[in-house]
Nanobody, 111 residues
Framework: QVQLVESGGGSVQPGGSLRLSCAASGFNFNSATMAWYRQFPGKEREFVALIDPLGGTAYVDSVKGRFTIARDDAQKTVALQMDSLEHEDTAVYFC?????WGQGTQVTVSS
């Protein structure tokens, strides 16, 4: 059974940092491209970042230079380090594997 469990969300002031983590199980994690998406209220989910099995990464322009995606194949986890957070980063963040989604974790950036 494929399972993705996100953690690390919360509230932070503008300019602060959060680190999201996604623990995966039930599929061949080492050969999977993993991604983070986010969903703003009333909007569809949008791509944030991905990392392929070789460690290649891609980011949406709005987070480049602020967010970093990384994977740990031994632990079967993928992390999203978010620095210099802005009000506009407030959203529910979802981990994605090739076939499904995690349950999401709320990130709120507020002064």
């Amino acid at each position: 059974q494929v399972q993705l469990v996100e953690s690390g969300g919360g509230s932070v002031q503008p300019g602060g940092s959060l680190r999201l983590s996604c623990a995966a199980s039930g599929f061949n994690f080492n050969s999977a491209t993993m991604a983070w998406y986010r969903q703003f209220p009333g909007k569809e989910r949008e791509f944030v970042a991905l990392i392929d099995p070789l460690g290649g990464t891609a980011y949406v322009d709005s987070v480049k230079g602020r967010f970093t995606i990384a994977r740990d194949d031994a632990q079967k986890t993928v992390a999203l380090q978010m620095d210099s957070l802005e009000h506009e980063d407030t959203a529910v963040y979802f981990c994605r594997d090739p076939v499904g989604w995690g349950q999401g974790t709320q990130v709120t950036v507020s002064s």
